[in-house]
């Protein structure tokens, strides 16, 4: 099974509308960290927002926030009021344990934001 | 502030060619790591250091050699370059002292191989 689940391959969203991007995770470890990436078409990863296993409230960063339910395994990425330059690849991606220094990613899903 | 240096961003080798891609980082991180990114896909990790002296294999490790012989410097060699290896290569670093702590990622070596 994959560790990493991304289901939409592909999205479109209306500028300034919010959208959902899906993660599913899978592990067997009672600590994890679960991360999102973007990547432009410039191909540089950069860093969204992070979650926690034992954090409490949900992450929040900007207009990015994560929508993370701990029973389903999923940590969902939504980005509010949707901007252009959003337009890109964006990645889930787990850490296992504490102190891991390997990172899992999903297959990614490709916003676009139309005009 | 430098951050996380991959050279070089591109390379066209010859199978059976060698060739090393350097990374290196100046923010004095315990952590390293390669990854390889395939057309449409995430990253999967080849290699990863917990410090110097101290490598191991990630998922995909068969093809690659590394070694990490100060903390600044983290290099990946392919000894004997195949076209499968074709790939855009991230190197990337981490602090060992936050899990919170995201992963700085380089810009990336855009290798192919004929």
């Known amino acids: 099974a994959q560790k990493i689940t991304q289901t939409q391959p592909g999205m479109f969203v209306q500028e300034k509308e919010a959208v959902t991007l899906d993660c599913t995770y899978d592990?067997?470890?009672?600590?994890?960290?679960l991360f999102w990436y973007k990547q432009p078409s410039s191909g540089e990863m950069i860093f969204l927002i992070y979650?926690?296993?034992?954090?409490?409230q949900n992450a929040t960063e900007g207009r990015y926030s994560l929508n993370f339910q701990k029973a389903r395994k999923s940590a969902n990425l939504v980005i509010s009021a949707s901007q252009l330059g959003d337009s890109a690849m964006y990645f889930c991606?787990?850490?296992?344990?504490?102190?891991?220094?390997?990172?899992?990613f999903g297959g990614g899903t490709r916003l676009m934001v139309k005009p | 502030n430098a951050g996380v240096t991959q050279t070089p961003k591109f390379q066209v080798l010859k199978t059976g060619q060698s060739m090393t891609l350097q990374c290196a980082q100046d923010?004095?991180?315990?952590?390293m790591s390669w990854y390889r990114q395939d057309p449409g896909m995430g990253l999967r990790l080849i290699h990863y250091?917990?410090?110097?002296?101290?490598?191991d294999q990630g998922e995909v490790p068969n093809g690659y050699n590394v070694s990490r012989s100060t903390t600044e410097d983290f290099p990946l060699r392919l000894l004997s370059a195949a076209p499968s290896q074709t790939s855009v290569y991230f190197c990337?670093?981490?602090?060992?002292?936050?899990?919170?702590?995201?992963?700085?990622f380089g810009d990336g070596t855009r290798l192919s191989i004929l």
């Open positions: 592990t067997s470890d009672q600590s994890y960290g």
């Open positions: 923010m004095n991180h315990e952590y």
């Open positions: 250091s917990v410090g110097a002296g101290i490598t």
């Open positions: 979650q926690g296993s034992y954090d409490e």
């Open positions: 990337a670093s981490r602090n060992s002292g936050d899990s919170a702590r995201p992963q700085h």
């Open positions: 991606a787990m850490r296992e344990g504490d102190a891991g220094n390997m990172l899992t």
